[in-house]
């Protein structure tokens, strides 16, 4: 350590002089006024500033601050010298995310489609294959699987009248689940395989991008290299299954990937494709189910009069089980008010902060010209907590959702328009079934009061929601 300290003063002066730098370049520009824009933009800053606001558990207040402040609702920031023009409100939703063929198309940060090792074209090509995976029929299939996984992890690991974190817990529990329902991998030392590198990529992709030792962002090149690799050698495990038995392989989303042909009849998805797209998979999937769900346990647990109402329908639905009978899709449709309750904790805590465009034409907005090459951002702060769309918005109130729906383009936790979330079901029914053998089985205390929030990839506990399980029959 004493070795490494200069090295590492040195750094950290290296970075601060880079962001400055950065922030003087671009606070020192001009405000834009193109030929066919009339009003000049409100510079609100460096980008980063919105992610630290995030990091602070308060991305809301950000952009509430600049709204009142400039009485708009489209802002330019920076990020690291990309203009980027920031839509906040239901008007600016609805022009983002239903124009997005038109006049902008998905973009994601160089640095970040790098440490994935997955390019926008990949999860293009993987948007391509997830429907007939996500189709009801297949949705069916899964139910009783995740309940049966859910019943397991809960035996093992959630052990009651102990302090337990429900983070670390749930994300184990997603990760196991995605690699069965995606990949048919069930094997625990192939899990753990992924499961190391798999954090050490979610810490480092959204981190400054210096490839140095030590790095975060170092750390998920190296960590996305160790996962492409296992999930090459899981490939070529299926290839042999397939060439010698492809009637006993179960038809899974990597199996439906390897056999997808083109037109000519040749693979569609070369070798170097298909570790890519899983990857984009399990980053779209995996830390989006558990941030929704360890927020739902959070506000059950802040919520007893909530809890009473979700325990009475989840009992009503096990009563009507026969011993071991799991769950199916029917059960999972009767969970109701249990959904507006998943709903309604992601409206609060949406696990996504939001994602990014790239203008390919120039066009025009309130005014505003956004030139094409330009990023566009938008996030559901922006409309999540705005009094104007949803009635004392800090209340954690489940039954908003049972009266008339929000006004659209102001609830999107799963975005909306082309690009809108195709996972939306499968984190539905996972969210609901995880809820109902947690709920029939514990009731739970947080152990930290008003623990505070932060922003990795996803919007999560700081401290991992530590909480205390209660068995019912105590
Ligand atoms: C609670 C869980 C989840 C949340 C909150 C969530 C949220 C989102 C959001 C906000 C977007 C971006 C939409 C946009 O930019 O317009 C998105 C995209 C996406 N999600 Fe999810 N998601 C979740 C779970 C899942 C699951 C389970 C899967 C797959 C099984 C999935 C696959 C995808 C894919 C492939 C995209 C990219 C779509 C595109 O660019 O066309 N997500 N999700």
């Known amino acids: 350590m004493d070795l490494l300290s200069p090295y590492l003063f040195h750094f950290t002066i290296f970075i601060i002089s880079l962001s400055l730098v950065f922030i003087w370049k671009i606070k020192s520009r001009p405000a834009y006024n193109l030929p066919h824009g009339n009003k000049s933009w409100p510079f609100i800053g460096e980008t980063l500033e919105f992610f630290l606001a995030g990091k602070r558990g308060e991305p809301e207040k950000f952009i509430d601050d600049r709204t009142s402040k400039y009485s708009t609702d489209v802002f330019r920031m920076s990020m690291l010298g990309n203009d980027v023009a920031v839509f906040c409100s239901e008007d600016a939703n609805r022009f983002l995310l239903s124009t997005a ?227 199916n899709w029917n059960d999972v449709q009767n969970m109701k008010y249990s959904w507006c309750v998943g709903c309604e904790s992601l409206r609060i805590a949406p696990p996504s902060q ?42 954690f109130e489940p039954s908003r959702f049972q009266r008339n729906p929000p006004p659209p383009y102001t609830y999107v936790p799963f975005g909306r328009g082309p690009h809108m979330c195709p996972g939306k079901e499968f984190a539905r029914i996972g969210m609901l079934v995880f809820m109902h053998n947690i709920v029939t089985k514990f009731k739970w205390q947080t152990i930290i009061p008003d623990e505070k929030i932060t922003f990795t990839a996803t919007i999560i506990p700081a401290e991992g929601l530590p909480i205390r399980l209660q068995p019912h029959d105590n």
């Not at 094409?372 to 009635?391: M, V």
Request: proline share 6%.
């Open 101 to 327: 063929n038109k006049y902008l198309k998905v973009w994601l940060p160089e640095a970040s489609q790098k440490a994935i090792g997955a390019t926008v074209h990949d999860v293009e090509k993987l948007r391509s294959v997830l429907p007939e995976f996500l189709k009801t029929d297949a949705l069916k299939h899964y139910i009783p699987i995740m309940d049966s996984m859910a019943k397991q992890h809960l035996e093992a690991d959630w052990l009651p009248n102990k302090e337990v974190k429900a983070l670390p817990l749930l994300k184990k529990l997603t990760l196991a689940l995605a690699c069965k329902l995606f990949l048919n991998v069930t094997a625990a030392e192939d899990i753990s395989r992924i499961e190391k590198p798999f954090a050490a990529l979610v810490e480092g992709m959204l981190s400054i991008p210096i490839n140095f030792p030590g790095t975060a962002y170092r750390g998920a090149l190296k960590a996305t290299k160790i996962i492409h690799k296992n999930i090459l050698s899981i490939i070529e495990k299926r290839r042999r299954e397939l060439s010698q038995h492809a009637e006993s392989v179960a038809p899974d989303l990597l199996t439906r990937i390897l056999l997808k042909t083109d037109e000519d009849g040749k693979a569609a998805f070369s070798e170097k494709e298909i570790p890519s797209m899983i990857v984009a998979l399990l980053m779209a999937s995996h830390d989006t189910i558990t941030s929704a769900i360890v927020f739902v346990l959070k506000y059950l647990a802040e919520n007893p009069s909530v809890y009473s109402e979700v325990l009475k329908e989840q009992m009503e639905i096990g009563s009507s089980k026969g011993p071991g009978e799991l769950l």
């Open 354 to 395: 939001g994602n990014f465009r790239e203008a390919i034409a120039d066009f025009t907005y309130q005014g505003f010209t956004i030139p094409k090459g330009w990023k566009a951002y938008w996030s559901p702060y922006s409309t999540h907590k705005n009094p104007k769309y949803f009635k004392d918005p800090v209340k």
